[in-house]
């Protein structure tokens, strides 16, 4: 869907073009504060932008252009993406390394309905992520696009469905924390 | 003085005197012990892992697996019947097939067209004849001698084997009856549904992973999200079984839930007061009679599992000494219900490379590869649970891995 596919009534199409670009600016700090939280190894942080009932999964673009439903982290409802998060701080372990976010290209892609009642907004962004171990170069763990529906509670922005599709054929080594 | 590099090399690669309790470190540095495990074990009379039948449904579909280093290209063909041959031109040597699945009426090589039924045969050769009464193949040629190199093949309930070794041991012979039992008990001939692919690259020797599903003793220690949640621990009723000449490997033990046991009490990292938010996560429906949980290695190519009610293919790829494509492949069954799928796929965050156990295999295989590469002379202990090779009814051993470069040293003539 292109942005001139917006669709329905709702804020964006009744004021043309400055809602929209508001709308793309909320969204892209929203993926930089995201991807910044990560970055800065705060990953508890991540749950408090989802809804209860929403869909997290890092998923191969092998297995997506498939339809097929097995994720590499597949988190249905909030309580897996808490879950994956006591786990990997209470019981993973793992070489320490630190990961570096790259965010570009956030776009809204849709909207149905009006967000201010309730509506769901459809965007998409490019990510990169590079992984440094203490004593060698950094080499890129992972490429690929975030497939994001949103919903506005409470004035905030959250995440119903947040799908992190790589690129990647293959995951060198491992995926430690959520993308 | 006067000591060749060659000699200096031999001298390097006798195995220590206390035998199979000791693994030396060259076994997984080594190029020349890499390039015999590979004509010996992948390219030999074995049989390997190489796709499950749901993959290829229809008349036509292919798909691309492994066989050691070399790529293979797994077909159904018109009678429906599987067949698997090696991506590799007759006449050149490129690649035939150039992408990971499909679904075709024949192959066509790229480079000079050359056209091949999907089961091999060589049908067509552009400009056989010539042009214009110049050129062409010489009148002799003979395209029933240049088809792609094919494979036997083997299906058991679903899972497709195939194996380099024109003539050798059938598969149920290769593994046999104890393996052949717990292949069937998975593979029945109920139809397979298809859920999935993780594919990582782990930087460490492709025997690093036979070893670890060879190890209950680790998955205790190392894995505390298995420990904290019950699904696995030292405690647990289990049986360690060597099979064939010590090659594969049986794991069986109960899933016994989340209890508090005194062995787990002992363990450093043991957090019993946590808790899950989503109890589906660690609570299995029950699904075998047998109430068993397994881990099967058909030695070279691949694991299987069934853990919580996650189903899957390991296959072990070997890239070079120093790094292996793990490939998982996960199913379930086409006449399930939606909700034991869903089970499945929650499941399967134990597995691939962000599983909370499998994560730390990757992770600590990756170490112990550091700590290989500079120390040929030394070697690995395998002492845990004794010196000898026997089955053992418990967690506490490493019998599995020692049974393993028994038949190691004795295939490979180390």
């Known amino acids: 869907m292109s942005t001139g596919a917006i669709e329905a009534a709702g804020v964006v199409r009744a004021s043309s073009g400055d809602a929209l670009r508001a709308l793309t600016l909320e969204l892209r700090e929203l993926y930089d504060e995201i991807a910044e939280l990560l970055d800065d190894d705060q990953v508890e942080r991540l749950p408090s932008y989802f809804t209860d009932d929403c869909m997290y999964q890092v998923v191969s673009k092998e297995n997506h252009d498939q339809g097929l439903p097995q994720a590499t982290i597949y988190c249905d409802g909030i309580g897996m993406l808490r879950d994956r998060v006591v786990a990997l701080r209470e019981t993973q372990v793992y070489e320490p390394r630190a990961w570096r976010h790259f965010v570009s290209g956030v776009r809204v892609v849709g909207v149905q309905g009006d967000p201010a009642a309730g509506g769901e907004i459809r965007a998409r962004g490019n990510f990169l992520v590079t992984e440094a171990m203490s004593d060698a170069e950094p080499t890129m763990l992972l490429v690929g696009r975030y497939l994001d529906r949103l919903v506005r509670r409470d004035g905030r922005l959250l995440f119903r469905e947040r799908l992190v599709v790589y690129d990647n054929y293959r995951v060198v080594r491992s995926l430690i924390v959520p993308v | ?414």
């Open chain 2, 1 to 414: 003085m006067g000591k060749s590099l060659q000699s200096e090399t031999d001298a390097a690669r006798l195995w220590p005197a206390e035998g199979w309790t000791r693994v030396p470190y060259w076994v997984y540095t080594d190029p020349a012990v890499y390039a015999r495990e590979l004509e010996t074990f992948f390219y030999g009379p074995s049989w390997n892992y190489v796709a499950l039948d749901c993959e290829i449904p229809e008349p036509g579909c292919y798909k691309r697996s492994w066989i050691g280093e070399r790529q293979v290209v797994v077909v159904r063909a018109k009678d429906g019947g599987i067949h698997v041959w090696e991506n590799r031109c007759a006449h050149r040597g490129a690649r035939v097939c150039w992408q990971n699945k499909g679904k075709v009426d024949s192959f066509t090589c790229p480079y000079h067209q050359w056209n091949f039924n999907l089961d091999g045969r060589l049908q067509g050769v552009p400009l056989k004849r010539g042009v214009l009464g110049k050129g062409g193949m010489p009148p002799d040629f003979d395209n029933a001698q240049h088809g792609l190199r094919k494979l036997r093949v083997h299906v058991e309930g679903g899972s497709i084997w195939a194996s380099f070794a024109p003539e050798g041991p059938g598969f149920a012979e290769y593994v046999g009856p104890e393996m052949h039992g717990y292949i069937r008990r998975l593979f029945s001939g109920r139809p397979l549904k298809l859920l999935g692919y993780s594919r990582q690259l782990i930087p460490a020797n492709w025997k690093m992973y036979i070893e670890n599903l060879k190890d209950p003793y680790h998955a205790t220690l190392l894995h505390a999200f298995l420990i904290t949640f019950g699904l696995w621990r030292a405690d647990t009723k289990s049986e360690s079984t060597p099979v064939g000449r010590g090659e594969h490997g049986i794991m069986v033990s109960a899933n016994v839930g989340k209890t508090t046991a005194e062995s787990a009490a002992e363990m450093a990292r043991n957090k019993s007061r946590l808790v899950l938010e989503d109890k589906d996560t660690v609570t299995p429906r029950r699904e075998f009679d047998d109430g068993k949980v397994v881990g099967l290695t058909v030695f070279p190519s691949v694991v299987m599992h069934q853990q919580a009610n996650t189903l899957g293919m390991r296959h072990i790829i070997p890239k070079g000494t120093g790094a292996f494509e793990l490939s998982w492949t996960y199913y379930g069954f086409a006449d399930e219900d939606p909700e034991l799928t869903r089970l499945r796929v929650r499941h399967a965050n134990l597995y691939g490379p962000a599983g909370y156990v499998a994560m730390e295999d990757g992770e600590v295989m990756a170490e112990a590869q550091f700590g290989a590469a500079e120390y040929a002379h030394r070697a690995a202990v395998l002492e845990m649970g004794g010196k000898d090779v026997a089955p053992q009814d418990h967690m506490v051993t490493e019998v599995l891995i020692r049974a393993f470069y028994k038949y190691y040293r004795e295939a490979m003539g180390l």
